[in-house]
């Protein structure tokens, strides 16, 4: 059974950091291109940061840039998601995808996690 487990999320205040973690199985995560999207009510789902399978590089959504960083273990088959300096609108639920494309494409959501930020 694939599943693509998000956790780390919660109420932190504008400044603050958390860290989002996505945990993987059922499927082989280390052949997965793996990203976070996040959606803000009344907003459609976007793309905030994305890393590859081959060689790590990385790629986020320009309202992130410098506060939030990517990374993967695939050891620990886990992508994580550090978000520093978060703002108001950043509150989001954030989600998990994986995604592998070879003539065909397989993609994998997680159920989201809630991130709220407020003072």
């Known amino acids: 059974q694939v599943q693509l487990v998000e956790s780390g999320g919660g109420l932190v205040q504008p400044g603050g950091s958390l860290r989002l973690s996505c945990t993987g199985s059922?499927?082989?995560?280390?052949?997965?291109?793996m990203s976070w999207y996040r959606q803000a009510p009344g907003k459609e789902r976007e793309l905030v940061a994305a890393?590859?399978?081959?060689?790590?590089?990385?790629n986020y959504v320009d309202s992130v840039k410098g506060r939030f960083t990517i990374s993967r273990d695939n050891a620990k088959n886990t992508v994580s998601l550090q978000m520093n300096s978060l703002k108001p609108e950043d509150t989001a639920v954030y989600y998990c995808?994986?995604?592998?494309?070879?003539?065909?494409?397989?993609?994998?959501w997680g159920q989201g996690t809630q991130v709220t930020v407020s003072s």
């Open positions: 059922g499927f082989t995560l280390r052949s997965f291109a």
């Open positions: 890393i590859t399978n081959t060689d790590g590089r990385t």
């Open positions: 995808n994986a995604r592998y494309c070879s003539g065909y494409c397989v993609t994998h």
